[in-house]
């Protein structure tokens, strides 16, 4: 049995990784400071501490001495948007949290750290399968901070530290906050298509994302625990390969009973037009291949999703 630290353990792909390094009978310390994620969402079993990973108090008063054997490092402001409202904290809150932790591992003789980085750190790409060797070039402050903290990684490796990040692509599924309006492509649309019977996307249909499912994401982070050569490695994690955004509407207007109205209007701040991922590195590294289609995946989340939608979540703080 081993002994993990997750951060961002109260979010929706946080918590998912937290239960499912407890049904391998792991011991889990989870950190989230409940700002999008829900105290509910923290898995029976965990031990919680609620703080702010950027706080250096965290580190030197609350969190154990002993070494921990891997840090998930999934806490994070996570919407490209809401970067341009407070580009400084953003800043603290994706990219000093991860130079604490990675100090933190080191004071403590933590030698393992899994981050979970993302597809904004490539910005504008061919239309193309992009690889990892892409030149990155972000198009938000949210991408800036990511690949900043991808290189605190990679500097943290001459001091034993050995990180893999995976750049996570749109990521979906059951558990998905469906109350932040601002960040998740699937969650918006669908809490708008069941809420309202209209979905507003704000941009052209056109655009292209490729979409993991969260077992997928969840598979990906539990495979570098075993993967040697996932070590110092940046890595894309992907699921559905190239899909425009019409075309997922379709799919989610497909899976809902009642008429659904659609309207294409407006933009937002640091979006990138298209994207989806090489997942060569994926397989090659860690034995990653994705094993839930875009179809099944929106049928089990609408499936599990529609009849939560309406109860009340106590956030703290919802958006
Ligand atoms: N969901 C996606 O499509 C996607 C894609 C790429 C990368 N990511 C990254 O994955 C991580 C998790 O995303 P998610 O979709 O689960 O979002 P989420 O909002 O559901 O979860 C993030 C969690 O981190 C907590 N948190 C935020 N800042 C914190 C801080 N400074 N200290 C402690 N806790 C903090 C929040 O309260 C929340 O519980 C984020 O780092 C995000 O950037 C997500």
Do not use: W
Request: charged fraction near 20%; aromatic fraction near 8%; include cysteine.
């Amino acid at each position: 049995m081993a002994n993990y630290l997750v951060t961002g353990i109260a979010g929706f792909i946080g918590s998912a990784v937290a239960r499912a390094l407890l049904r391998q009978g792991h011991q889990v310390t989870g950190v989230d400071n409940l700002t999008t994620g829900y105290r509910d969402n923290v898995p029976a079993g965990a031990a919680f501490i609620k703080a702010d990973c950027q706080d250096a108090a965290l580190y030197d008063t609350v969190l154990p001495r002993t070494p921990f054997d891997a840090i998930f490092h999934i806490a994070g402001q996570s919407s490209g948007e809401v970067s341009f409202d407070d580009p400084a904290y953003d800043l603290r809150t994706n990219t000093e949290s991860t130079l604490h932790l990675l100090r933190f591992a080191r004071r403590t003789g933590c030698t393992r750290l899994i981050y979970a980085s993302t597809m904004s750190v490539y910005g504008c790409q061919p239309d193309e399968p992009v690889h990892e060797t892409a030149p990155a070039a972000p198009l938000s402050f949210y991408g800036v901070g990511k690949l900043a903290s991808e290189h605190y990684l990679r500097l943290h490796e001459q001091f034993g530290i050995r990180s893999t990040a995976l750049r996570l692509f749109n990521v979906y599924g059951h558990g998905q906050n469906m109350d932040n309006m601002r960040q998740g492509m699937v969650s918006i649309f669908m809490a708008m298509m069941l809420r309202n019977g209209h979905i507003h996307v704000k941009g052209s249909p056109e655009r292209y994302r490729d979409f993991v499912h969260i077992d997928d994401v969840v598979r990906a982070f539990l495979l570098c625990l075993g993967q040697q050569r996932s070590h110092g490695e940046v890595i894309n994690i992907a699921g559905s390969g190239r899909v425009t955004v019409g075309q997922l509407v379709e799919e989610l207007r497909a899976l809902h009973p009642a008429p659904v109205t659609v309207e294409f209007s407006g933009c937002t701040a640091g979006d990138m037009h298209g994207i989806h991922a090489d997942k060569d590195k994926a397989r090659t590294v860690l034995g990653y291949t994705p094993q839930v289609s875009l179809r099944q995946g929106l049928e089990d989340m609408y499936r599990r999703t529609a009849p939560l939608l309406t109860r009340h979540h106590g956030a703290e703080n919802a958006s």
